[in-house]
């Protein structure tokens, strides 16, 4: 099973940026998904979640109303929209597979599969 993060870069407050996690080695749409991130000398936070077949999104209330989460099974792949970016969402965001249930959780130790992380960095 791998997980590959991409899409990350440097952006301006304000901006939008893109990322992608592209899945391979299983049954992509078996399974809920999450994006987190870790902000430098900061413990990784829950960013964003989504269900398996994409119905159901939740959102931690420092990105609500300007992050997406959406996914297109046919392609293994998911993706977060980041508009309206701030200084503070500056951090290393990773994907994450939930296992075994399709529930929402905010914990790390509910995902049994991680992506190695792309960097992100709004500058002000």
């Known amino acids: 099973v791998q997980l590959q993060a991409s899409g990350g870069g440097l952006a301006q407050a304000g901006g939008s940026l893109r990322l992608s996690c592209a899945a391979s080695?299983?049954?992509?749409?078996?399974?809920?998904m999450a994006w987190f991130r870790q902000a430098p000398g900061k413990e990784r936070e829950f960013v964003s979640f989504?269900?398996?077949?994409?119905?159901?999104?939740y959102y931690a209330d420092s990105v609500k109303g300007r992050f997406t989460i959406s996914r297109d099974n046919a392609k293994n792949t998911m993706y977060l929209q980041m508009n309206s970016v701030k200084p503070e969402d500056t951090a290393v965001y990773y994907c994450?597979?939930?296992?075994?249930?399709?529930?929402?959780?905010?914990?790390?130790?509910?995902?049994?599969?991680w992506g190695q992380g792309t960097q992100v960095t709004v500058s002000s």
């Open positions: 989504i269900t398996r077949s994409g119905v159901r999104t």
């Open positions: 080695g299983h049954t992509f749409s078996d399974y809920g």
């Open positions: 994450a597979r939930r296992g075994l249930l399709d529930s929402y959780s905010r914990r790390e130790y509910d995902y049994d599969k």
